[in-house]
């Protein structure tokens, strides 16, 4: 069995910061990818950053990058996802995420990937 098990959600004004926390366990904690999808109600879920857990790669999508940073604890099987600089459009359900390869990660809807049960992210005015 596996799970990934998020936290760290919560509500902040703009301008401000958060950091997400992702454990992986079971099976799921040998996967090559983690990363982090986000998603609003009516809209496609984004990907917003991946990690590949043996090499340390990252990937960013534009609208986060130079704001977001995603980190792991490979002894914990553990992600981070510290995001600064808010912002009013980042307000999502964040959902952690586990892939074989960052192609099938990138992939909406793949079947290879398996997601986590979300945190929710508010960020105010």
């Known amino acids: 069995q596996g799970q990934l098990a998020e936290s760290g959600g919560g509500s902040v004004q703009a301008g401000g910061s958060l950091r997400l926390s992702c454990a992986a366990s079971g099976y799921l904690s040998r996967y090559n990818y983690m990363g982090w999808y986000r998603q609003v109600p009516g809209k496609e879920p984004e990907g917003v950053a991946a990690?590949?857990?043996?090499?340390?790669?990252?990937w960013y999508a534009d609208t986060v990058k130079g704001r977001f940073t995603i980190s792991q604890d490979n002894a914990n099987n553990t992600v981070y996802l510290q995001m600064n600089s808010l912002k009013l459009e980042d307000t999502a359900m964040y959902h952690c995420?586990?892939?074989?390869?960052?192609?099938?990660?990138?992939?909406?809807?793949?079947?290879?990937?398996?997601w986590g049960q979300g945190t929710q992210v508010t960020v105010s005015a």
């Open positions: 995420a586990a892939s074989p390869d960052l192609p099938q990660f990138l992939s909406i809807g793949s079947k290879a990937t398996y």
């Open positions: 990690i590949g857990t043996g090499d340390g790669r990252t």
